[in-house]
């Protein structure tokens, strides 16, 4: 499936869970989430590959599902990721990463992630 972060229409699409996969660290270090489309398309499995840093500020307690309100790729110049590169004084300079931010309407929370790249999968019910 042709997958483009940046073109989705995630305006009220729900986020349903997040998982984290360590199991093999430094080696598949990734990010799985599963999201339900607003508009017509399945149910899809993002997997954030390659993942070097997780930061989340999430809010529960809310009787309601994890709305997304907005989701981009973030600019070459976000903090986050400027930070990732000059706290490895030069280490991680070849690898190309990209952030990955998720905010959600229902909770008032954001997720950010910095990953090589991302991949979709459809779930079938």
């Known amino acids: 499936m042709n997958f483009d972060f940046d073109d989705c229409y995630w305006h009220?699409?729900?986020?349903?869970?997040?998982?984290?996969?360590?199991?093999?660290?430094?080696?598949?270090?990734?990010?799985?989430?599963?999201?339900?489309w607003y508009e017509e398309q399945p149910k899809s499995r993002l997997i954030f590959k390659k993942a070097y840093l997780f930061k989340a500020t999430m809010n529960f307690g809310i009787i309601a599902n994890e709305s997304i309100d907005t989701a981009y790729t973030a600019p070459a110049d976000d903090p986050d990721l400027l930070s990732f590169y000059r706290g490895w004084k030069g280490l991680f300079d070849h690898v190309k990463l990209n952030c990955y931010i998720l905010k959600t309407s229902s909770t008032g929370g954001e997720i950010k992630i910095l990953a090589e790249g991302v991949e979709v999968t459809e779930i079938r019910s």
């Open 12 to 36: 009220d699409s729900i986020l349903e869970s997040i998982f984290i996969d360590r199991s093999n660290p430094g080696y598949n270090d990734s990010v799985e989430m599963v999201i339900d």
